[in-house]
């Protein structure tokens, strides 16, 4: 594949059955790719497609993330299906004697993924980096932390299409902004977009409104917010989500988002015969480095089979 291209076929929205007088879905992005899934597709759909189209010479993907990263997961499997190298820089230096232990940054390395190790000090200052990179490799593509930049927003507007549009509220689980930005700007008028943050940055609803130029965005905490907060509560939530209607949830994002939605609608925050739209963003890639995680921990883990 040379370029990321358009799927050939739409993807599922199945209807979640409810008790209750709200009509809610959910909008299956994670089964766009089985490595560059959900929402990273098309954040990086446009910031890839637009560089190749320049034909560097040598071309190279750099990027930032964490240990457990879905956008450096994505990024990797890019670089290897385009036999591109790609660079990520990486927040813990301590991560660098023992990566091969994590299940993400293993699989990246397998994918053809170089790594530079930071302290969380330096990561902080990515711009300095990203200056300190642009120097080293001047046609290299850098693309920002989670992918959220102008080209991820307008690569998010492939997640809406003709059968979103009759939805009263869109939503989404939100890192870094992106994913909201762009339903923000695209959605229709009449639509209410949610963005249920799971980590707490006071920046992102600013972050949002710069991307989409709309405050039509509700900024709601997820259950149990933060990147690297698991607790059994939110394992048994998404082990019986799966059970009740075969769809699988990551325990960062979508499994976060979902459970403090079913609470929503179980207390009237929806009003009755709403329409709800759940955009499953992907991230299930990070079971596995959360199932090691709960593992050592002798807790519940999460499990998909029936």
């Known amino acids: 594949m040379s370029r990321l291209e358009f799927p050939t076929v739409p993807l599922p929205i199945t209807r979640i059955p409810l008790e209750k007088n709200i009509r809610l879905y959910i909008k299956r992005e994670d089964l766009i790719h089985p490595e560059i899934s959900g929402n990273k597709y098309w954040k990086l759909f446009y910031n890839v497609n637009n560089y190749l189209n320049k034909q560097p010479n040598h071309p190279k993907f750099i990027t930032f993330g964490g240990a457990y990263s879905n956008h450096i997961a994505a990024v990797a499997a890019v670089g290897k299906m385009m036999h591109i190298s790609t660079l990520g820089i990486i927040r813990g230096e301590e991560l660098s004697l023992k990566y091969q232990e994590n299940p993400t940054l293993k699989q990246a390395s397998e994918n053809g993924m170089e790594y530079l190790f930071v302290t ?33 927003v307008e ?7 003709n059968e979103t549009q009759e939805f009263d509220y869109l939503c989404t689980a939100v890192g870094t902004g992106g994913t909201a930005a762009g339903l923000s700007k695209f959605c229709e008028t009449h639509q209410q977009v949610i963005g249920y943050q799971v980590v707490q940055d006071a920046s992102v609803e600013e972050k949002v409104f710069q991307l989409s130029g709309k405050r039509n965005v509700t900024f709601l905490e997820a259950h149990d917010r933060g990147y690297g907060k698991i607790t059994e509560e939110n394992i048994r939530f998404i ?3 799966f059970q009740k209607f075969g769809i699988p949830l990551d325990p960062v994002y979508t499994g976060k988002m979902m459970k403090k939605i079913m609470e929503q609608i179980e207390e009237g925050y929806f009003p009755e015969h709403s329409s709800v739209l759940v955009f499953h963003t992907g991230g299930l890639q990070g079971i596995a480095g959360a199932n090691e995680r709960l593992k050592q921990q002798n807790k519940t883990e999460i499990n998909f089979r029936n």
């Open 239 to 241: 082990n019986s989500f």
């Open 120 to 152: 969380r000090e330096e990561y902080r200052n990515k711009e300095n980096i990203s200056l300190e990179l642009r120097e080293k490799f001047p046609e290299a593509l850098i693309i920002p932390e989670g992918g959220t930049n102008d080209q991820a």
């Open 155 to 161: 690569g998010v507007c492939h997640m809406l299409n």
